[in-house]
């Protein structure tokens, strides 16, 4: 017998994808992240390319970045570049990139992506610049609609990344959201509802619990 959870995870990817597919972009369902790294080898291609990526436990904590690099690709490594001129060359070399790799911080149930930045520079990329964008996502970011997602991300996903980066806010204290505007990380509320140009985004939905 099926398991319930994989087949529900199923069920609900195959309904995000056809919105996604609404929306311009394109959407791929993996059971579990050695699947979605065999996706992940297979979008980015046998061609060398310039990878840049955006902060994402999701992608830090299951190997994403091993795929680009046995790929033979250039992974822009942006821990590397610590100066200001360093950073400023960083960020040309993200925008230029010919993909950018991310998570998102939560999916809603219509394929609408929403996500909450700091400084804007993973959203950036997210809306403009890198030829692609391909999107790394567990099933737990999905979420019913926007509010819903937005509710998510300051509850749930902000609090322990304030916890992880060491912020002095409310959540990190209490773990729900106290609408600050002190050291906060949520700066940025982006919600892409479609991509102008079709199939630049491409988004892998994995039937596994990843990153916040």
């Keep these: 017998m099926a398991n319930p959870k994989e087949t529900f995870y199923e069920n609900q990817a195959a309904s995000i994808i056809k919105k996604l597919e609404l929306r311009g972009m ?15 080898s297979e979008l980015l291609g046998s061609g060398k390319k310039t990878v840049a990526y955006g902060g994402s436990m999701t992608i830090d904590e299951n190997g994403f970045k091993d795929v680009v690099n046995a790929g033979g690709h250039e992974l822009i490594v942006r821990e590397n570049y610590k100066t200001p001129e360093e950073v400023k060359e960083l960020k040309a070399k993200q ?81 729900r959201c106290g609408d600050c505007l002190t050291n906060t990380i949520c700066c940025q509320i982006v919600v892409t509802r479609k991509s102008m140009v079709k199939d630049r985004i491409k988004v892998i939905l994995i039937g596994e619990t990843l990153g916040y």
């Design 95 to 175: 925008v230029n990139a010919d993909t950018f790799l991310m998570s998102t911080n939560a999916i809603t149930l219509d394929g609408e992506l929403i996500n909450i930045d700091g400084r804007g520079n993973r959203v950036s990329f997210l809306i403009y610049g890198p030829d692609e964008v391909i999107i790394l996502c567990g099933m737990n970011k999905v979420s019913a609609n926007v509010d819903d997602g937005i509710r998510r991300v300051r509850n749930e996903a902000t609090p322990p990344n304030c916890n992880r980066l060491s912020c002095q806010t409310p959540c990190a204290e209490t773990g």
């Design 26 to 40: 394109k959407g791929f369902y993996c059971k579990n992240v050695t699947e979605a790294k065999a996706k992940l």
